[in-house]
């Protein structure tokens, strides 16, 4: 194998991280807040979920209309809908922002299955609207905010479906 080869490849990339700049500590992912992977067991709105640990995940960067507590907002149960196919029982990868907790005591993180951010699609399929919470999602707003502009201009999910729209 070649030097390129062995440099391009995960463990090559990590180790000259590790030889170059030495303050990297490790190659491990990041689990200063919590599990980079885990199981999702149980989907409690569109924009929470608990995993195998035990642990709840408030999605960064997401707003859901509400299901919880009584709440039947348009679109609240669509949107739950989506992420229960989509995530339930899948092995997930957790990203972690600045802050790891909200002041319920859920963890926030991205969610991605098979390199797919799941965050970004919910708002990119119209079920869920932006919310930027600072420091949290500082690198992703105008991302994010693209996204939920293209969804509201296409009508796409709660912005074609729902007079109001209540995350908004």
């Known amino acids: 194998m070649s030097s390129m080869t062995r440099a391009s490849s995960p463990l090559g990339l990590c180790a000259l991280a590790l030889f170059i700049l030495p303050s990297v500590s490790s190659c491990e992912p990041d689990e200063r807040c919590g599990p980079s992977r885990d199981t999702v067991v ?71 299955l098979h390199g797919t951010q799941v965050n970004s699609r919910l708002v990119e399929l119209g079920y869920a609207c932006v919310l930027h919470i600072p420091p949290n999602g500082d690198q992703q707003e105008a991302q994010f905010e693209a ?13 074609g479906a729902c007079e109001e729209v209540t995350c908004d």
């Open 42 to 112: 149980r989907v409690i709105d569109g924009d929470t979920i608990e995993l195998s640990g035990g642990q709840t995940v408030r999605l960064l960067m997401v707003d859901t209309p509400e299901t919880t507590g009584g709440a039947t907002d348009c679109y609240g149960q669509e949107a739950k809908q989506w992420l229960t196919t989509t995530l339930i029982t899948q092995r997930i990868d957790l990203d972690y922002d600045v802050e790891c907790e909200d002041r319920y005591g859920r963890l926030l993180a991205y969610v991605s």
């Open 147 to 159: 996204l939920e502009l293209l969804a509201r201009t296409q009508g796409r999910g709660m912005w």
